[in-house]
């Protein structure tokens, strides 16, 4: 997460995540480049990972074709495939999505010239249904940040709510091929794997593994010292998180490089100390029911000092106390 960054705002503010490929306004934005966002690094066998102002983006440059990971926010879906095209001149053939928020698929207008886009079942449903999503809810939230004097939110809900009714859906860079459990994509000797986990960032969540680099993504299943958000609008689920993080942990060789959703590249033991997270504001939330407290009470006194220097301790980590509330028993 870059702050500089407007699209970053597609998960800091959880009723926003719904947006898709959207013509998203960039203040903040005019005194940089849009290349200057970007920092890439190789991390083993033709595997890079490429931050910028959204989710991370992760791809492989194989002996004929590039696969490539997440597509940032629409602003900087063309700058992710010039990025790419810095390193390689093969051609990018493959997009996989790891989830439906906009910061992980706005770029995806970028690539549907040439690139198949393929992803969870669920992540073409949710970005299809994104338009009457927007049009049913974000009223609402546009109310309710005019009341705050939220003037960034109300600029970039307005946006959305425009986008929203004039989109017309075959323009939504949805995936064209989807997958209920996963599937494997092989270029040269490297074999990619992509398989769907239980809900957890949403119900439509899958990571993707590199087998020969041993490299995994791992969308916003894995938020690397930022406080995770969970759409449990989107059937994302607290405890889902531990059960989907486990399942992956038993699937992956205790070595392997971890590309997070957001934060920085990481390994096993960053992971755990991501899944501790998760268990402890669930645990927290346990002791509080157990004590009689009410969620209003538990809100306003839940704290969890181990993380207090970690990306979103602030509203973001309410709002995850409280989908931790509503699960835990
Ligand atoms: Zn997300």
């Known amino acids: 997460m870059r702050r500089a960054i407007r699209g970053a705002v597609l998960f800091l503010i959880p009723a926003l995540s719904l947006a898709q490929a959207r013509p998203t306004p960039t203040p903040g934005h005019h005194d940089r480049k849009p290349d200057e966002v970007f920092r890439r690094q190789e991390l083993s066998r033709g595997v890079h990972v490429l931050y910028g102002g959204g989710g991370n983006v992760g791809f492989l440059v194989g002996p004929d074709a590039v696969l490539v990971v997440d597509s940032q926010v629409r602003p900087l879906g063309p700058g992710v495939v010039k990025q790419i095209q810095g390193v390689t001149d093969k051609p990018i053939k493959y997009l996989l999505n790891t989830h439906h928020h906009g910061d992980?698929?706005?770029?995806?207008?970028?690539?549907?010239?040439?690139?198949?886009?393929?992803?969870?079942?669920?992540?073409?449903?949710?970005?299809?249904?994104?338009?009457?999503?927007i049009l049913r809810e974000w009223p609402a939230e546009l109310e309710e940040a005019k009341k705050k004097g939220d003037a960034e939110s109300v600029a970039y809900?307005?946006?959305?709510?425009?986008?929203?009714?004039?989109?017309?859906?075959?323009?939504?860079?949805?995936?064209?091929?989807?997958?209920?459990?996963?599937?494997?994509?092989?270029?040269g000797d490297e074999t990619i794997a992509i398989w769907h986990t239980p809900p957890a960032h949403t119900d439509g969540d899958s990571v993707v593994y590199f087998e020969k680099a041993n490299v995994l993504h791992m969308g916003d299943l894995f938020?690397?010292?930022?406080?995770?958000?969970?759409?449990?609008?989107?059937?994302?689920?607290?405890?889902?998180?531990i059960d989907a993080?486990?399942?992956?942990?038993?699937?992956?060789?205790?070595?392997?490089?971890?590309i997070p959703g957001h934060g920085e590249v990481t390994d096993l033991a960053g992971l755990?100390?991501?899944?501790?997270?998760?268990?402890?504001?669930?645990?927290?939330?346990r002791k509080a029911k157990v004590a009689g407290k009410s969620k209003e009470e538990f809100l306003k006194t839940v704290d969890l000092p181990?993380?207090?220097?970690?990306?979103?301790?602030?509203?973001?980590?309410?709002?995850?106390?409280?989908?931790a509330w509503d699960e835990a028993s």
């Not at 698929?105 to 992540?123: E, K, L, P, S, Y």
């Open 272 to 285: 755990k100390t991501f899944r501790q997270y998760v268990a402890d504001i669930l645990d927290a939330a």
């Open 223 to 241: 938020f690397y010292k930022v406080i995770p958000f969970i759409d449990v609008k989107a059937g994302g689920s607290a405890r889902g998180y």
């Open 104 to 133: 992980h698929t706005g770029g995806n207008d970028a690539f549907r010239q040439f690139a198949v886009i393929i992803a969870h079942d669920n992540v073409r449903k949710r970005m299809r249904e994104a338009p009457q999503t």
């Open 157 to 187: 809900i307005e946006d959305a709510i425009a986008w929203a009714k004039k989109i017309k859906i075959e323009e939504i860079a949805a995936p064209v091929i989807t997958f209920e459990s996963e599937v494997r994509i092989h270029i």
């Open 306 to 323: 181990a993380y207090k220097t970690w990306d979103g301790y602030g509203e973001r980590f309410q709002e995850s106390a409280a989908a």
């Open 245 to 258: 993080i486990d399942k992956v942990i038993a699937r992956v060789p205790p070595d392997v490089k971890i």
